[in-house]
């Protein structure tokens, strides 16, 4: 034991386990800003502002027009402007929500986003790659479930579920969404500058956030940026 | 939403249990968050068997009843005579709800009752009180009675944005039935319509293109007054609570069909006319809930003659309302345009069930059977006679059709099934199949094109029968990039025995004045929803001075940061360190080893030096805070960083739930063999005291001053409490727990 050891933050050692995964599968690292365009974030994403859809994430909006990240599918447009297909990239980041915090609920979060696009993607693949990532990130232990879930950027769309502690669906505890993927929409792969006829791809999204929290029993979310080293420390 | 299962089966009968249908639910796309057995019995009131029966000493028509519950024998005292011995009964121990109260245990004439035995009333399921609601034979003892007897359970379920069409009982119905290859049953409605006709009381005319259709009926002769029981329980069940019968008529036929309607008192619509249009100016109004509204120009208002009577789509104003004088009502059953209701209803900040509807589209084919079963229904609760006809403007819209990409289908979900497998799908959803074509039925809105078909078929066929498929074997490695760069200088500031820190990249107002930060440089939130959130950050440092004040009981604070920061100039990565504390280091030595070791320009690093009274503003108590940044955009590309393949250590992290109370720090050291090593020490301190949550080494020296192949060893042990703050005398008690546990394992000696 090192005394002079120093500490990891737990969310940059698990994110960088969640890369090496998929790492491994050869997907590359992206960046994304974390302020962008509304174009960016929602528009080129297909959730125009006159729907419902846009409600479902609540925006910090900047006073020059411009919004603090949603969600780190920003990447996915802006890959395209420097990039053909074939193309498998991961784009870790932090994103935001202006939301009341409470034990749950944070305005500041990470996200850890992938997608792959090329020629006759299918829904088989992502289901590939989702199955083989939570093999990895949960070395066979865990009980999941997938099933369909709307989300305006894909279609079909996917929310893969984990079984926490107690094991009761009623519960808190019970099935916790750990991301949502699918097949992405037609009308973001024209976005990205490429034929919906000749071009599919998949995408996905997860919060590492929670799943961090489930895997070492933390229970404010809120810890995770309290800067308080006797949490910090522990890690 | 929240729905009622009796309600569903309304519809269609569910041949599963509730977890079952869940589970299908869930597997369609809409979330269960949670559900209730109904009616809620408290969970405490069991299932009970009868032992004994004994005449009451000092009472006639009381009983004493010895139960056997789960617990063991009890008895309580009954004024029922219809029980017998080996019944099972329902038992409410001290402490379970009944009708309101909570019961307690209690002397009757003489003799101490724990808990009660219950009637049907008792238990909130009927009238009947008559006497004891006896259970099956074969109802296991200890049972929750809620499991057997509420066999209705409410259920709460997530609805995407695009199914709006979920949103009634007769949508899950349908939705659930194409689940199931069933369909869903209707009632025949035969209205029984007397003269005049409704047309001669009332008049249409639509001024907008954003209302393609509207319809009307009137009622004449009704009595508002109270709605029925099972009318009040079904609104009650959703949480709603019950107006008049008009009213609740029309908020059943919402939840119960999901189409909105609105109900107006006839003799308050001027000129006997309905117009239904875009506002020219602002008006002012006062909608049903009392509140004063100003209606901006353009919003779609159904009017009079003279006056808005109405906001279309999300609620009805005042001047219309039908109150206990109202005898006669028009109801009002339309579409409008899912664009202009959400405009309205957030400029109005008046989101309701309606235009959430409104919102999302509503079923286009069954808005007049939906006027329809809202007449019949006030005509049965209310009375009054519907007078002949349905006075209609606008038409319905026609039926969409999307080209059924059979073979792209197929590839995209990876499942091969024949193209009559497809169609049979896609009719039990309602679609009609007509030359390659899907025409899709009018309560979807979300079905536009062939990928949208495809989600259809995926998730009616089973995700578990997608054939997986490997992703194609790439010749080269992923490249690495910035972030790898990040993560080894990162993995190198941890090496020298930094402790990462992530913050909030907002700013305060308060935090700007602190920092003497101008906010005019600063990017500016315009909805912070919290004060906190006002700002965004333009350098890290305000964030880790706060994490210093934050930790008062660490002397040895040596920290770092790498996140965005934010200015009009643009959006970089920060690199921070900041040290603090008698036992930390000058922050310049660390700048030194990555200078030195990383190749970093040290001429970039700004290098601030806080003392104390500066400190004061942050409420640092400490002497000094010193601090370095740099921008590592502008030089992650001249550092050598060597390999920069990513490290995820194995480490073993026990963590210990921190108390928002202070801690108690203790400074303790031993003598052990040498043997011994640091990491057992601690994984035993974690074990015996479950008020330690952080054990530090801070020191390890062997040397024979202590004994023949000993080394002296000390901990910092930080000890806290869950509930409050540690007191000196049980910190005092953790310590001689730790003091004895080392010493009887590893023969530790305290120094």
């Known amino acids: 034991m090192n005394l002079r ?28 800003p974390e302020v962008d365009t509304e174009w960016y974030n929602f528009d080129a994403l297909n959730v125009p502002s006159d729907h419902p859809a846009r409600d479902v994430q609540d925006t910090f909006w900047l006073k020059d027009g411009r919004v603090m990240r949603t969600h780190t599918s920003n990447s996915q447009v802006r890959a395209f402007e420097t990039r053909k297909p074939p193309v498998r990239l991961v784009c870790p980041g932090v994103c935001y929500r202006n939301e009341a915090t409470d034990e749950k609920h944070e305005s500041t979060l990470t996200q850890f986003e992938g997608f792959y696009v090329d020629k006759n993607v299918t829904v088989g693949h992502l289901f590939y790659v989702l199955s083989h990532a939570i093999k990895k990130m949960y070395a066979n232990n865990i009980k999941y479930r997938l099933h369909v879930h709307n989300y305006p950027f894909v279609e ?13 669906p009623r519960d808190d505890v019970g099935w916790m969404e750990i991301l949502g993927s699918g097949m992405i929409h037609p009308i ?11 071009y599919s791809g998949f995408a996905f999204g997860m919060g590492p956030d929670r799943m961090l929290m489930q895997k070492y029993g933390i229970q404010d979310i809120r810890l995770l940026r309290s800067g308080d080293l006797k949490f910090l420390r522990q890690f | 939403m929240r729905y009622l299962k009796s309600w569903i089966e309304d519809y269609v009968k569910i041949p599963c249990s509730n977890e079952e249908l869940f589970e299908l639910i869930t597997e369609l796309g809409s979330e269960v968050e949670g559900y209730e057995y109904y009616p809620a019995i408290d969970e405490k009131i069991v299932v009970a068997e009868i032992l004994e029966i004994k005449k009451h000493p000092n009472a006639d028509r009381l009983q004493l009843v010895k139960l056997n519950s789960v617990k063991g024998e009890t008895e309580v005292v ?24 909570e019961l307690k245990e209690a002397e009757i004439r003489g003799v101490k009752s724990c808990g009660m035995i219950l009637s049907e009333r008792e238990l909130g399921l009927g009238q009947d009180h008559s006497g004891i609601k006896i259970l099956s034979s074969s109802e296991k003892i200890g049972r929750s009675v809620r499991e057997v007897l509420s066999q209705d359970v409410i259920f709460d379920l997530e609805i995407t944005p695009n199914r709006g069409d979920l949103l009634s009982h007769k949508g899950l119905a349908r939705e659930v039935a194409a689940a199931l290859n069933k369909t869903i049953k209707e009632p025949e409605l035969h209205l029984k319509e007397s003269q005049p006709k409704a047309s001669e ?13 509207y319809l009307a009926k009137v009622i004449k002769g009704v009595k508002i007054g109270p709605s029925p029981q099972w009318l009040k329980e079904r609104l009650a069940a959703l949480g709603l609570s019950s107006i008049n019968n008009v009213v609740d008529a029309t908020n059943f036929i919402l939840f119960d069909v999901g189409h909105p309607l609105h109900a107006f008192d006839a003799k308050k619509l001027a000129g006997s006319k309905i117009v239904v249009k875009d506002l020219e100016e602002e008006v002012e109004t006062t909608t049903l809930d009392d509140k004063a509204r100003a209606l901006i120009s353009g919003t779609m208002a159904i009017c ?34 899912p664009k202009s209701i959400r405009r309205t209803a957030k400029s109005l900040e008046l989101p309701t069930e309606a235009s959430a509807r409104f919102e999302r589209g509503v079923d286009a084919g069954a808005v007049e059977a939906a006027v329809d079963k809202a007449a019949k229904l006030i005509q049965e609760i209310a009375g009054g006679k519907i007078l002949a006809g349905t006075v209609k403007a606008g038409s319905e819209p026609l039926e969409r059709k999307v080209k059924i990409e059979y073979e792209k289908i197929f590839e995209l979900i990876s499942l091969k099934l024949s193209k009559s497998e497809i169609d049979q799908i896609l009719t039990r959803l309602g679609f009609k199949i007509e030359n390659g074509e899907a025409i899709v039925p009018l309560w979807r809105h979300d079905i536009y094109v062939w990928q949208d078909l495809a989600e259809e078929v995926v998730r009616l066929a089973g995700l578990n029968k997608v054939k997986i498929e ?17 993560e080894k200088i990162k993995d190198c500031l941890v090496h020298w025995g930094l402790t990462e820190v992530i913050n909030y990249p907002f700013l305060s107002e308060a935090d700007t004045i602190a920092a003497k930060v101008d906010p005019k440089d600063l990017l500016e939130v315009a909805n912070p929803i919290q004060e906190e959130n006002r700002y965004l950050r333009n350098s890290l440092v305000p964030g880790l001075l706060k994490t210093v004040a934050k930790n008062p009981s660490f002397d040895d604070i040596e920290i770092y940061e790498v996140g965005h920061v934010f200015s009009k100039k643009g959006e970089a990565v920060h690199l921070a360190i900041a040290t603090s504390g008698k036992s930390s280091r000058q922050v310049e030595i660390i700048v030194r080893e990555l200078t030195d070791k990383l190749n970093f320009p040290g001429k970039e690093f700004k290098i601030i030096e806080i003392p104390r009274d500066e400190l004061k503003r942050f409420k640092i108590k400490k002497a000094s805070v010193s601090i370095a940044e740099i921008n590592l955009d502008e030089i992650l590309d001249e550092l050598k960083l060597g390999d920069l393949s990513l490290k995820v250590s194995e480490k073993k992290i026990d963590y210990r739930p921190i108390s928002k109370f202070p801690p108690v720090k203790r400074d303790l050291a031993f003598i052990v063999d040498k043997k011994v090593a640091l990491e057992d020490i601690k994984e035993e301190i974690l074990k015996v005291s479950n008020k330690a949550v952080l054990v530090e080494p801070f020191d390890e020296f062997v040397s024979d001053k202590f004994g023949k192949n000993k080394k002296n060893v000390a901990f910092h042990i930080w000890l806290e409490s869950r509930e409050r703050t540690l007191q000196d005398n049980e910190a005092e008690a953790e310590v001689k727990k730790i003091i004895e546990a080392l010493s009887t394992k590893f023969a530790a000696k305290l120094r």
């Open chain 1, 156 to 168: 079909p769309g996917f929310d893969v579920d984990v079984m926490g502690k107690n094991g009761s």
């Open chain 1, 188 to 198: 973001v792969i024209k976005n990205m500058g490429l034929d919906p006829a000749e």
């Open chain 1, 5 to 32: 050891a120093g500490h990891l933050h737990p969310q940059t050692r698990y994110i960088r386990s969640l890369v090496k995964i998929f790492e491994e599968m050869g997907f590359e690292v992206v960046e994304a």
């Open chain 2, 78 to 101: 009954c004024g029922a005579f219809n029980i017998k011995v080996g019944q099972k009964v329902p038992y409410a121990p001290a402490g379970a709800m009944i009708e309101g109260h």
């Open chain 2, 470 to 486: 490997a992703l194609p074997r790439l010749a080269k490695k992923p490249a690495q990039t910035d972030y790898h760069r990040r």
């Open chain 2, 304 to 337: 009079d003659k003279d006056k808005p009577v109405a906001i279309a789509g999300v609620m009805g104003l005042k001047n219309s309302e039908v109150d206990d004088q109202t005898t006669e009502v028009v109801l009002e059953a339309a579409i409008f345009n």
């Open chain 2, 201 to 213: 009381k009332i008049s249409v005319e639509i001024k907008t293109e954003n209302c393609p259709l």
